[in-house]
């Protein structure tokens, strides 16, 4: 079964850092997704992508935050200057239609902020 | 703005045995999608089943099944022949109309043998 893969499976970074979480979306899906789950919290959405632009993001998803497609497969979140608070597990997913089908995630990437 | 709410944070069932976990929400939409999403201690999100809202039908995936009651905004999946590979978190999730996930905090199932 076709599965969205994510890299690093962990991540430890100085605060102040950048740091890249990678996305390998499924092949044929059109629309991507990050969320993020603080420890012991509820899954947060933070953005949505479609035909190379941003369709959505939350309120969490501030300057510091910016994604990209670079190459057709790859779907990448950068976080400029790390904070502490970004300590959390990012989820990546992908769908071939709008969410109504629901999603298929990734394992998500553990990032703590040292 | 989309809330979902999951008011059991942990439960246990017997293995073989079956249990319900309650999820309600609310929503300004007519048409919308609800989902329940497991999280196994490899932390993955998978998807357990969907809900089209327009339909009233409740949906079935072999031994997961949802109680959904659209006019009290209430969407609780039964896990039937419980096994110990179903314990982990729990998740309900509403489709808003822009296309982001909303989730309730969770309910961590426990499975005894």
């Known amino acids: 079964e076709p599965e969205v893969t994510q890299t690093p499976s962990h991540q430890v970074t100085q605060m102040g850092q950048e740091v890249i979480l990678r996305c390998v979306p499924i092949?044929?899906?059109?629309?991507f997704y990050w969320y993020r789950q603080i420890l012991g919290q509820k899954v947060e959405f933070l953005v949505s992508?479609?035909?190379?632009?941003?369709?959505?993001k939350s309120e969490i998803f501030d300057d510091q935050f910016s994604v990209e497609r670079p190459d057709g497969s790859n779907f990448t979140l950068k976080i400029r200057s790390t904070k502490l608070e970004d300590s959390a597990m990012y989820f990546c997913?992908?769908?071939?239609?709008?969410?109504?089908?629901?999603?298929?995630f990734g394992s998500g990437t553990r990032l703590t902020v040292v | 703005a989309q809330t979902v709410t999951q008011s059991q944070p942990e439960m246990s069932v017997q293995e073989a045995e079956t249990v319900t976990l309650s999820c309600t929400y609310d929503?300004?939409?007519?048409?919308?999608?609800l989902f329940w999403y497991k999280q196994p201690p490899s932390r993955q999100m998978i998807l357990v089943i969907r809900?089209?809202?327009?339909?009233?039908q409740n949906a079935t995936e072999n031994r997961f099944s949802v109680n959904f009651q659209k006019a009290a905004k209430s969407f609780s999946l039964k896990i039937s022949d419980s096994q110990l590979g179903d314990a982990a978190m729990y998740f309900c999730?509403?489709?808003?109309?822009?296309?982001?996930?909303?989730f309730g905090t969770g309910t961590r199932l426990q499975v005894f043998p």
């Open positions: 092949s044929n899906h059109l629309y």
């Open positions: 992508f479609y035909n190379n632009e941003i369709s959505e």
């Open positions: 999730a509403c489709l808003d109309n822009t296309d982001k996930l909303i």
């Open positions: 809900q089209e809202a327009y339909k009233q």
């Open positions: 929503t300004s939409e007519s048409d919308y999608y």
């Open positions: 997913a992908s769908s071939y239609r709008q969410g109504s089908y629901g999603y298929t």
